[in-house]
Structures are given as C-alpha cells and as structure tokens.
C-alpha cells in the first residue's frame, strides 16, 4: 500500500489518498472518528483542541461500508478555517508582509525551513511542519485498525512517563489494563502518578513552558514471519522505527528492552526457546522482533516525546528579518502532548503492520488475504 496526505494545519481541510487497501474489508467511519478524537484528548493539551472535533469525509473508495479496492480518499475539515481564510488565502491578493512570522522558535521547524525553502513568513514552514497533519495519518492508520482487527490483531498505547515522572511497572498486563488506560487522560495506570503528573503539567502551564515524556506502544496476536531478515528495507524494526521517527516530536525509538539491552549479559537479554505444542517463550525482551521479523510475541516499542518547542515564556531567537535578539514566536500550543502521541502512533503502527501483512497474505479482496492466512496459520500450527 501507498499514502499522501496533504494540508496545512490552518488550511480548509487535511485530505488523503489510500492506495492499494483490499476490498470488502468492513468500515466503520464512527469508529475512525473515535481514533480521532482519541488523538485530540489528554491533560495538557492547548485551547485549538477544543474547537475542533474531528471527522473524518469518505469521498472514495468505499460504498455501502466496505472498501472496493480502489483508491481510499477522505478529507478532515479544518473548523478554524472561517477565521484563517484570509491569512491562509491561496489567492495573491490578500498578501499582507504585516503578519509576517520572522522569529523562529528553538526546537521547531522554524528556521530550518525558511532557509531551505527561501522564505520570509515563518507561517510558510510551521503550517506544513504542526502536528495537525498527525490527524491524517490517525484516520489512515484508523482504517488500518479495521482491517487487522479481521484478524484478532490489537494495538494500543500507553504513557510510561511524562516529565520524568513515570507509571508504575506492570509486568503482566491483566484483563482490563487497557480499559483502564483508556479512563485516565493521562493514558497511564496508575491514579496516584496521574495525579502527579497533572501537578507537573500545571506548574509547567503556570511557568509558561513544556513537557515530554515516553510512550509505549502494544501489537499483539501478530503471527510469525512478519517483515523479512533478508533485505535492509523489509526489516520490520527498521520499517516501524523509520515511521515512528517521522512523526513530530520523536526523538528515539526502542524496540523491546532497547538501550538497557546494551548494559545486559547475552543471557539476561534473550528469550530462551521453548516447545509444547508450538514455539514459545517465556520473556519478551526482544519486543517481539528478531531478526527484522516477527516472532510471534507482543511487539513492545517506546518512543521518547521531546517538550513542545513552542513556550509561552520563549526562548530567546533572533529576528529573521532584523537579525536582532527576540524571542521566540508564540502560536496557541499545547503544553503536553505525550497522551495524543502515543495515540498517533498506535495507528501508525497499524500502518506499517497492515502493510506487511498484505505484503505477506497478499490478495485484492480481504477474503483472499484471508485464505492466505488461513494456510499459512495450518502450516504454522502443524510444526
Ligand atoms: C500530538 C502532537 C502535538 C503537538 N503539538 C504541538 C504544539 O501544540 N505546539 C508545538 O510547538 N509543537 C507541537 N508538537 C511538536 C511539533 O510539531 C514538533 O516538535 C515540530 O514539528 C518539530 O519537529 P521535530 O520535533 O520532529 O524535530 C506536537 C507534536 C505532537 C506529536
């Protein structure tokens, strides 16, 4: 499969285009919806949440709920457009050099980008360079949600920490975590370290500045044999970090136990083999992923979330037009996003998985992916 999106976070509306998605697989728009606006909640986040509720219009690609296999196009509505017609115009004649953006903001796109793309209005780069067009690719992830959900596969997300203040650990995840994740707005587990966390984020609000933190991001029920160890551009690792590095803010990523893995004898970090029945394994520290493939257990991936570069109390800048010492620009922001972020990559995740899986169980209809899968689950089932 293939995806381009397109829009500008004040612009009339986000748009994406699908290619590639099998047909008669089952859709249900409210449940793209719900991602959504998943993606919009969470403690910290700034005033333009409010406005917006976001929805997503199917202009392709699917009739009477199921997707025909042709191109999938749909478009989010920006609801803020009323007030940013003028100023995002696309027409020369409402130019105005006065609202002009020229201090560029540490830790954005900002700067960078008026060089490269020889501007003088900052809005020019920060439109494109928001986290708005993180709705897009939720919704495309969203379908991709729908499509493995076909075959038992589940994603989730949950916050590990925020501002340096972490959850608790959970070493087994029971019935009802993710249910329980889901209540806190925070996406974490514990009520007591959410209650800490929000403290934080008020005094960070308060101090006019930032937060970040860590996300960890779940796909289980995934069959083995997905992504291949044998080319650099079919390693599933390499595909889903390549993903997640790309979505704004991410500034590491970490499969299984990662880092610490580093600091850990051979035989505390791999997962012994085990048979009965079937293969198994009685620890996960791989994160389900060995040798760019899938092995069968839970995929476990955490992503670091840099503080959000735009403060109400900004750093210093320097002016693009006068070269003189500023400080930063201010747009309405969030002062935490980690809760969204996480939900953003949960559907990135489906993305990159659904892809991998079509490209494993491939077929134009969901029936024969199905069929695909089926043998494929024989196959494995009688070793
Ligand atoms: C869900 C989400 C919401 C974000 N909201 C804001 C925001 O309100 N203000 C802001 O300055 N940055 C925000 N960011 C981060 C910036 O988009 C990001 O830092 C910027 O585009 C520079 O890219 P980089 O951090 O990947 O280098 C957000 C990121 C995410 C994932």
């Known amino acids: 499969m293939k995806f381009l999106n397109a829009g500008e976070s004040h612009g009339k509306c986000l748009t994406a285009i699908i290619e590639g998605f099998p047909s008669n697989v089952e859709i249900d728009v409210q449940k793209i919806n719900k991602e959504l606006s998943r993606r919009q909640v969470g403690y910290g986040r700034g005033k333009r949440m409010e406005i917006e509720k976001d929805k997503i219009e199917v202009t392709s690609g699917i009739r009477f709920g199921k997707t025909l296999g042709s191109p999938i196009a749909f478009t989010i509505k920006n ?5 940013w017609k003028i100023p995002m115009s696309s027409e020369n004649i409402y130019h105005d050099e006065s609202i002009n953006i020229t201090q560029p903001r540490p830790g954005h796109a900002d ?12 809005r020019n780069i920060l439109e494109r360079a928001s986290a708005r067009e993180t709705a897009s690719r939720t919704a495309v992830g969203a379908f991709c949600k ?6 038992k596969i589940e994603i989730h997300s949950r916050v590990v920490n925020i501002g340096g203040i972490k959850d608790v650990d959970i070493a087994e995840k029971g019935t009802n975590f993710w249910d329980k994740i889901e209540e806190s707005d925070l996406r974490v587990y514990d009520k007591d370290k959410e209650e800490e966390i929000k403290k934080i984020i008020d005094e960070a609000k308060k101090d006019g500045d930032t937060l970040g933190g860590v996300v960890e991001i779940s796909i289980s029920n995934l069959p083995v044999g997905l992504g291949s160890h044998t080319f650099y551009d079919r390693k599933l690792d390499g595909l889903l970090a390549q993903q997640f590095m790309a979505m704004q803010a991410v500034k590491g990523v970490e499969i299984g136990d990662g880092f610490k893995s580093a600091d850990t004898k051979g035989s505390k970090v791999h997962d012994e083999i085990y048979y009965d029945n079937k293969y198994y394994r009685r620890t996960n520290h791989a994160g389900g992923i060995e040798g760019g493939m899938t092995n069968g257990e839970e995929i476990i991936i955490k992503a670091a979330i840099k503080p959000i570069p735009t403060l109400m109390k900004p750093l210093n800048t320097v002016d693009i037009e006068t070269k003189e010492k500023k400080e930063a620009s201010k747009e309405r922001s ?13 559907n990135i995740a489906a993305w990159v998985v659904a892809d991998e899986f079509i490209r494993k169980f491939s077929g134009d209809s969901i029936e024969e992916i199905n069929e695909n899968f089926s043998n494929y689950l024989s196959y494995v089932e009688k070793l």
């Open 111 to 122: 700067l960078s980008g008026i060089i490269k793309y020889r501007q003088n209005d900052i």
């Open 146 to 151: 729908q499509f493995l959900g076909n075959f």
């Open 79 to 83: 609801k803020d457009w009323e007030n």
């Open 334 to 346: 969030d002062v935490c996003a980690v809760p969204a972020a996480g939900v953003v990559l949960e």
